[in-house]
């Protein structure tokens, strides 16, 4: 979750971030109920110097591929995961993230640029563990983007989860997630968005059980004090449509849900899916 903290230590924005954290720490475990079943079918994909745009606490890395340590515990697999970095902009996410990284069997550290008062906290470094490396900022601005992420580059894949409702410009996001990514490379994602249309062809299992209609008015109606209690969340973007109308792609594969779970799952439909990088620019 990409809460919309920003290198800024303001009181204001340190309230903010602390509150969000705190709301997420009970709000995530309803989320993961909900979603971790559309994860389990794009997670796979993930392989490589890998970029997760906002990963809040990471619980999903435990969905990347694993192998047997010596020691008989479960790993992220070295041979599929060689790097990771994870830019996330709210310190307060940082000491989650960084305990669901060892628990995987990264090494975790930190970028000294952005993140120097928690660079104490690296990991000793553990002979064949995959690097894992927190980095404070954002991709919204490319004139603003962390050097460690830059001199990172390219990347095998980048990954975002429910991360693209909270930037500020989701177009400029996704234009910075292409240039990131080394031609061929992939770009995972699973995001809320407004309801889709009816007929919508991305739309899976559309049984017509929800009033498509009624709810993304509804959706448009409350965006305004949801954004405001939810540190940035929009809940009415075409985040697919986004992602399928950047330039740069060679496919973009997605579905769309419609969960009827419970209330708020009628105003947090999913896309989830994979773009491909063309392999040489057009011309």
């Known amino acids: 979750m990409y809460s919309e903290g920003r290198k800024d230590d303001s009181v204001r924005t340190r309230v903010a971030d602390w509150l969000f954290k705190s709301l997420w720490v009970w ?19 993930i392989s490589g110097k890998v970029l997760d745009l906002g990963p809040g606490f990471a619980k999903s890395l435990k969905f990347l591929s694993h192998a047997t340590a010596a020691d008989g515990s479960q790993v992220v697999d070295a041979a599929v995961i060689s790097g990771y970095t994870a830019l996330e902009p709210n310190p307060f996410l940082y000491g989650k993230l960084h305990r669901n990284a060892e628990e995987n069997g990264f090494a975790v550290g930190y970028d000294a640029a952005s993140c120097a008062k928690d660079a104490r906290a690296a990991t000793k470094k553990k002979e064949g563990a995959v690097p894992f490396t927190i980095v404070r900022g954002t991709l919204d601005d490319a004139g603003r983007i962390p050097q460690a992420v830059l001199d990172g580059a390219p990347y095998d894949t980048v990954l975002t989860s429910f991360s693209m409702c909270t930037v500020r410009d989701p177009q400029a996001t996704v234009a910075n997630i292409v240039r ?32 498509v209609r009624f709810w ?23 985040t697919g449509d986004i992602i399928a109308g950047a330039r740069g792609w060679e496919s973009v594969d997605y579905r769309s849900v419609r969960p009827v779970i419970d209330l708020q799952s009628r105003i947090m439909p999913l896309s989830f899916g994979v773009a491909r990088k063309a392999a040489k620019p057009a011309e």
């Open 216 to 238: 993304a008015r509804v959706q448009n109606l409350i965006n305004p004090v949801w954004r405001a209690i939810g540190h940035g969340c929009n809940i009415n973007r075409r």
């Open 180 to 211: 990131l990514l080394r031609p061929g490379g992939k770009y995972v994602f699973i995001e809320h968005v407004l309801q889709p249309d009816v007929g919508d062809p991305h739309v899976v299992d559309d049984t017509g059980r929800v009033d």
């Open 27 to 45: 709000e995530s475990r309803r989320n993961d109920v909900k979603v971790d079943v559309y994860r389990k079918m794009i997670w796979p994909e």
